[in-house]
């Protein structure tokens, strides 16, 4: 923008300005004008220093006089004046000079600034003046950091150019909103960290409880851990005439399958879409020397509770098992698992996995009926793999995050193949006992289904089935002689 003095053809005078570098008025800039300006304590001094705060200086230490653009400084007689570290009696300002007034006394920077009109200091400036002002009030690092500290934002604050103020200020607004939307998204990670968490961080708890007290609780666990059994599996459905397979009509872009009006995913037998598979987990624990499982009859055989899944039975389609596996803690490899039997009447099967024979040690069914008050520790694999993931380290959870989309089953190898995959163990009391079920208030969650429910003397009780939030968190396990009689009625002998 052009002012009066540029359109007549003159050139602004420069401003010239004085920064206090130290002493009582530290961090102040002050304009100059007039021909002839006194430094000094007395009132009337246009550079007016408090004589109470600054004793080297006299009430008339010096003067300024206006020589041209500039100023030249007259100290009177024998008052010392330093000017950039030298003495002086008389000396002729340029811009940036540093003046000392008195021994120990204050110092002041001497600024020209070209526009006259405005005279802001750059930021380069502003730096300089709030260093030099930390550098000489400052008697220690830490006095010096606060000084330039405190400075710094006021000096841009109040000496800058008005555009300057401005783009500092949107940096800050643009700073702010980046600040909050990491720290929204930091939230947001945290809540869902705390949802995975929380309940094995209670689980854990629990565990650690039992692990602080010696005795049986220990020795149960420690017995117990090698024979429970980590189950996996996939089923799908077929037409029975044509076995062609039941597969979904396609995929989205986002590599999930396309869904009618209702959320219902578009399933077809004809075509080559992927086939439709339905993906679960349990638990399952040695009940024999030749490799005999016991757990869930809704474990083995998972459509039979499965609402949807009935729902596309009676349509006419029939459930096909597409892979069923195990993992043992310690062993890497999987080992095939297989239904042999499931009781009509009760929530337990029979597995089969030859891959456990003569690995694991068969768990000891209890021929005794537990009682209400008796402690009992369940144990078995609650949430499947995402318990398995929240308990393993953020490095390995990162590897495999990085690899794309988690994989069921290549997920489950890894894990056994680091060694990551063991059961979990709550322990509590038996609250009631009935021919159909034992009540207890051991916690646990969906996966840890047919899980062994074992009493301190390392027998098993009942099998884990169900979870009863309504009421106080008790869970149910079917008793174990509904075990031993199905074993007995496929002809098999029970370990004892």
Not at 10 to 20: G, K, L, N, Q
Not at 388 to 401: K, N, P, Q, S, T
Request: contains cysteine; charged residues 20%; aromatic residues 6%.
């Amino acid at each position: 923008m052009q002012t009066s003095a540029d359109i007549a053809g003159i050139t602004p005078s420069p401003r010239p300005m004085v920064v206090h570098l130290s002493g009582s008025r530290r961090g102040t800039t002050e304009r100059l004008s007039g021909d002839t300006l006194r430094i000094g304590t007395d009132a009337d001094a246009e550079i007016h220093f408090p004589a109470d705060r600054e004793p080297p200086i006299s009430p008339l230490h010096a003067t300024l006089r206006r020589q041209g653009a500039t100023y030249e400084l007259q100290a009177e007689p024998d008052q010392p004046v330093w000017v950039n570290g030298q003495p002086v009696t008389q000396a002729t300002l340029g811009s940036g000079d540093v003046m000392r007034i008195g021994h120990g006394g204050p110092l002041l920077r001497f600024r020209l600034y070209k526009d006259g009109s405005n005279a802001y200091k750059s930021l380069g400036d502003s730096l300089s003046d709030c260093v030099d002002c930390a550098k000489h009030g400052g008697k220690t690092r830490l006095d010096r950091a606060t000084i330039f500290l405190a400075g710094m934002p006021r000096e841009l604050a109040t000496q800058t150019a008005p555009w300057f103020r401005s783009v500092v200020v949107l940096l800050l607004v643009l700073l702010g909103v980046g600040v909050a939307m990491l720290a929204w998204r930091s939230v947001q990670l945290e809540q869902r960290l705390a949802s995975e968490r929380t309940r094995l961080a209670e689980t854990s708890e629990r565990l650690a409880t039992l692990e602080a007290r010696a005795g049986a609780v220990q020795r149960v666990i420690s017995a117990a851990t090698g024979s429970i059994i980590f189950v996996q599996g996939a089923y799908g459905f077929v037409e029975p005439e044509s076995r062609k397979p039941l597969r979904y009509l396609a995929l989205g872009p986002d590599g999930q399958p396309l869904r009618n009006m209702s959320g219902e995913p578009l399933i077809t037998l004809e075509g080559d879409g992927p086939i439709v598979e339905r993906f679960y987990t349990g638990t399952a624990f040695v009940a024999s020397e030749d490799g005999l499982l016991l757990t869930n009859r809704h474990v083995a055989i998972p459509w039979r509770d499965d609402e949807s899944a009935q729902a596309l039975i009676q349509q006419g389609l029939v459930p096909v098992a597409q892979r069923f596996v195990g993992y043992l803690a310690g062993i890497k490899q999987s080992f095939d698992v297989e239904l042999v039997v499931a009781s009509d009447d009760a929530d337990v099967a029979v597995l089969r996995c030859s891959g456990v024979t003569g690995v694991a040690k068969p768990l000891t069914l209890s021929e005794t009926i537990p009682q209400p008050g008796d402690e009992v520790i369940v144990m078995g694999y609650p949430t499947g793999i995402r318990a398995l993931l929240a308990r393993a380290d953020e490095d390995f959870v990162h590897e495999i995050m990085s690899e794309g989309e988690p994989d069921f089953w290549n997920v489950a190898r890894r894990l056994s193949e680091t060694g990551r995959i063991a059961p979990l163990a709550t322990r509590g009391i038996v609250g009631q006992v009935t021919a159909a079920a034992v009540v207890y208030d051991a916690e646990t969650t969906s996966g840890g289904s047919g899980g062994p429910v074992i009493g301190l003397n390392g027998e098993v009780v009942a099998v884990n089935t169900a979870i009863l939030p309504e009421f106080g968190g008790s869970n149910l396990g079917v008793p174990v002689k509904h075990a031993g009689e199905l074993l007995a009625s496929a002809g098999l002998k029970r370990h004892r």
